[in-house]
């Protein structure tokens, strides 16, 4: 045994009430050479109670006959006291089943009165300490363990092989949802815990592990636990121990519970998923976008001519009815692909709400009652007001089908601090608005649930476009919130909106004139595709400008270099071959200081200093000169 080393003198509390085993004691304690004792005597179990009250001992001499206690009945008393000083007992008899019960009861040793010299006694009390020693390190140990355990949701497992026999740590057992009782101790029981679509691959790799020869001693598999109406996950893991020949003799390791783990891969999965698309998405509105903006524009023009008969004039409105829901269409796209031009402003969204309530109630059936419960002195959010009103709508439409024999509609406004919560949703932890729509409708199952915010993805046939909710999506992560659903077959479904808060008041919304004003000025146009610059040629000519046009930016500023009059706004599209329009625009102020500049774009996620106008495609030449004449007036303002 190694060397106990203490810096001061070893504290002992010498309980003995024979004042000749007492003098010989100390004596024994005096003449060792190798330690230095502290005594506290006590001649009886209540004084040695009370000191050991107020006194840190490091080791206990007991005898078991006290004058006030008898037997092993005073080994308890002192070990219940001071669970953590070792005891060394003291006894006139040498009895070996005393001597074990002894030990049971919490004694480190036990020697007997008159076969004890200096030297077994000071040996006795060193080993009594490191032995204690030990055993505490090992709790502490075992303390530590077990925190680990709990805090990684983990328990320990065994199996072995040829009597399988599986045990388990506690911690497993409310993993697996079994009790002590109910539990059968073998490998089959720990399968029949797992789902059923997942235990073919856990007995799989369990086998492959087991065969003699596997190159592999480790085992780890994945699986879903059964009977859950929430699907929990566990990760199994451990090793596998050999005897003779490679024959597996025992498997070890931990089960895990990382049901949290599996939801945030799965969130991230369909969040790339859902990213593709919408770049996908974003793309193809961007090519429809030019076509609509001819489309809705020649049939603009066509209407004018005074001419027309009733018959075109009906087939000339159909078709710009058309184009309008397939411009709806595509901005609907650009909503789920996040690449919509938002007018953001700091609004009140409990103010959204309360002036939305009449309408809400409207889009839904008699049969239907609507609850609205709306939280006092409601944070401010900074959104696009048509948006979120667009987000409400689709969630409460959502749920009016859902219920088609009626049922309850609840919508909600909170205030909400997230910090955990935050990051399990992607989000950065901080304060946010939470805005609830629930209802008592069939609900959704886990498959539903994973594709309900895909564009095209609908559950209502023919009636649905699949893009109400792809929608709600991608204005709500644009505005850097995040929209969850909760939900399971005929129990309903809660859609949430969380968007970030903002300390600022809400702004006054900007009232805007409808009639379309036109002018003389010179406008330069400038867009790579011909039907799309023919439009705008022809829209702005309509409203008497005068209307220059380039089918490039080279071409651009070579006009605006040599043309001999005043050129006062350029028109140009943003994404063009060689030369985006900033930078034309950029060049083009060098040549023509002070004239303003309009950009246009299918896109929507275009870079654009801040300030810049900017009209979105498709647009009718009524919008077009609209935006023109606004940027034209804010010059002569300026």
Not at 189 to 213: F, N, Q, T
Not at 354 to 374: H, N, P, W, Y
Not at 417 to 431: K, V, Y
Request: charged letters at 25%; aromatic letters at 4%; proline letters at 5%.
């Amino acid at each position: 045994m190694p060397e106990l080393q203490l810096e001061h003198p070893i504290k002992v509390l010498l309980v003995e009430d024979d004042p000749a085993q007492l003098f010989v004691l100390q004596a024994n304690l005096a003449e060792a050479e190798t330690a230095r004792f502290d005594l506290t005597p006590a001649e009886h179990l209540k004084a040695a109670l009370a000191a050991l009250e107020r006194v840190r001992f490091d080791v206990v001499l007991l005898d078991l006959g006290l004058p006030d206690s008898q037997g092993l009945g005073t080994l308890a008393a002192v070990h219940r006291t001071a669970p953590r000083v070792p005891i060394v007992v003291l006894t006139g008899h040498a009895d070996e089943a005393l001597a074990v019960r002894a030990a049971q009861t919490g004694a480190q040793d036990y020697l007997v009165k008159g076969f004890v010299d200096n030297q077994s006694l000071v040996r006795s009390i060193r080993y009594a300490i490191e032995r204690k020693r030990a055993e505490e390190a090992l709790r502490q140990s075992e303390e530590r363990l077990r925190f680990a355990l709990a805090a990684g949701r983990m328990g320990i497992w065994e199996w072995q092989v040829d009597e399988d026999h599986l045990t388990i740590s506690e911690e497993l057992f409310e993993l697996l949802g079994v009790d002590r009782a109910g539990w059968p101790g073998t490998f089959g029981g720990l399968v029949a815990r797992v789902h059923p679509d997942d235990r073919e691959a856990l007995e799989a790799v369990v086998r492959a592990a087991r065969r003699a020869g596997a190159r592999d001693d480790h085992v780890e598999c994945a699986f879903r636990l059964a009977g859950d109406d929430d699907v929990r996950w566990a990760l199994l893991k451990g090793r596998v121990v050999r005897g003779l020949g490679g024959r597996a003799l025992r498997l070890t390791g931990t089960l895990s519970d990382v049901t949290e783990h599996k939801q945030l891969e799965a969130r991230l999965l369909q969040s790339q998923k859902l990213e593709s698309i919408g770049r996908l998405a974003g793309g193809v509105a961007h090519d429809f976008n030019n076509l609509l903006t001819v489309i809705l524009g020649s049939t603009y023009l066509a209407e004018r001519d005074p001419l027309l008969g009733a018959a075109t004039r009906e087939h000339l409105a159909a078709i710009r009815e058309a184009a309008e829901r397939a411009g709806q269409l595509t901005s609907q796209l650009l909503a789920f692909a996040r690449k919509q031009v938002l007018r953001l402003r700091v609004i009140d969204p409990g103010q959204v709400v309360r002036e939305m309530q009449g309408m809400l109630r409207r889009l839904v059936s008699e049969d239907v009652t609507v609850k609205v419960t709306l939280a006092p002195d409601l944070w401010s959010v900074r959104a696009d007001r048509a948006q979120l009103e667009q987000v409400l709508v689709n969630l409460v439409v959502n749920a009016r089908d859902a219920m088609p024999d009626g049922g309850e509609l609840t919508l909600t406004t909170a205030n909400a601090a997230l910090d955990e919560e935050a990051g399990r949703l992607g989000l950065p932890p901080g304060d946010y608005v939470r805005l609830t729509v629930t209802d008592t409708g069939v609900g959704m199952d886990a498959a539903t649930r994973e594709h309900v915010f895909e564009p095209f993805f609908t559950t209502k046939g023919r009636s649905g476009t699949g893009l109400g909710l792809a929608t709600c999506y991608g204005i709500v992560s644009q505005l850097g919130g995040q929209i969850t659903v909760e939900s399971a077959p005929d129990a309903g479904s809660t859609f949430t909106v969380l968007l970030p808060r903002v300390d600022e008041r809400p702004e006054e919304e900007e009232r805007r004139s409808e009639a379309v004003q036109g002018g003389r000025e010179v406008v330069l146009v400038v867009e790579d595709e011909p039907l799309v610059r023919n439009l705008a040629v022809n829209g702005l000519s309509l409203h008497g400008y005068r209307v220059v046009a380039a089918p490039s930016p080279q071409e651009a500023l070579r006009v605006a270099k040599e043309h001999p009059g005043t050129i006062d706004l350029l028109v140009t599209d943003v994404v063009m071959p060689g030369m985006s329009g900033r930078q034309l625009a950029d060049e083009f102020r060098a040549l023509r200081p002070g004239a303003p500049v309009v950009f246009m774009s299918g896109y929507a996620d275009v870079a654009l200093e801040p300030g810049a106008r900017f009209l979105q495609k498709p647009f009718t030449p009524a919008a077009l000169a609209r935006v023109v004449r606004e940027a034209l007036d804010a010059r002569a303002r300026a």
